[in-house]
């Protein structure tokens, strides 16, 4: 069956960087792609990005463009998104989630990783 | 950026009654309309694609209509595990854009 395990929850200072994981399985990783979204504690879901895993190639939303990026590794199956200059704001839940497809239009997200708790604070 | 709008903010219904949530498109994205439900400590889970699609799986009582810029979700004969928030999602552009979600109590 598919599933997407993500890494555990992170605890970083204002300005440092973190690095998210998810390991897919159950699927051919190479023929979708991986969305990142994140979600505010008690807030709504935010999509961060997307990464083919077909090609590397990406797309981000402008609010993190500059901070993220967004990469796999075919080999171990695993997408990584990596947030920089980490500031309180950036505190939120973070999911990866499956695109049906290896591209993005029209995509709907079909299965989702568990979620890693980023907390920034000083 | 398309931005999406969902309405009602909050609805507390009683069980069996029908709901309605409606999601609006500030420009048209034909029928590249999602719909999650999540609940309590739990990820979003795919109810509903390409705006009317269901889902293997996804119980009968949920469905959703429309294309263009009106979409919107109906859950017939509410149950209690249906308490969650409901997002809209698009992928018609990027960036993708959710809609702020629903909050569906029981009353």
């Known amino acids: 069956q598919v599933q997407l395990v993500q890494s555990g929850a992170e605890v970083k200072k204002p300005g440092a960087s973190v690095k998210v994981s998810c390991k897919a399985s159950?699927?051919?990783?190479?023929?979708?792609?991986i969305s990142w979204v994140r979600q505010a504690p008690g807030q709504g879901l935010e999509w961060m990005g997307w990464?083919?895993?077909?090609?590397?190639?990406?797309n981000y939303a402008q609010k993190v463009q500059g901070r993220v990026t967004m990469t796999t590794d075919t080999s171990t199956s695993t997408a990584y998104m990596e947030l920089r200059s980490l500031r309180s704001d950036d505190t939120a839940l973070y999911y990866c989630?499956?695109?049906?497809?290896?591209?993005?239009?029209?995509?709907?997200?079909?299965?989702w990783g568990q979620g890693t708790l980023v907390t920034v604070s000083s | 950026e398309i931005v999406l709008t969902q309405s009602p903010d909050f609805q507390s219904v009683t069980a069996k009654e029908k709901v309605t949530i409606t999601c609006r498109a500030s420009?048209?994205?034909?029928?590249?309309l999602h719909w999650y439900q999540q609940k309590p400590d739990q990820s979003p889970k795919l109810l509903i694609r390409?705006?009317?699609q269901s889902i293997s799986g996804v119980p009968s009582r949920f469905s959703g209509s429309g294309s263009g810029t009106n979409f919107t979700l109906t859950i017939n004969s509410l149950e209690a595990e249906d308490a969650a928030s409901y997002y809209c999602?698009?992928?018609?552009?990027?960036?993708?854009?959710f809609g702020p979600g629903t909050k569906v109590d029981i009353k």
């Open positions: 420009q048209s994205i034909r029928n590249n």
């Open positions: 999602h698009q992928s018609s552009s990027l960036p993708f854009t």
């Open positions: 390409y705006a009317s």
């Open positions: 990464v083919s895993a077909y090609n590397g190639n990406t």
């Open positions: 989630a499956r695109h049906d497809t290896t591209s993005w239009w029209g995509a709907f997200l079909d299965y």
């Open positions: 159950g699927y051919s990783f190479t023929s979708y792609g």
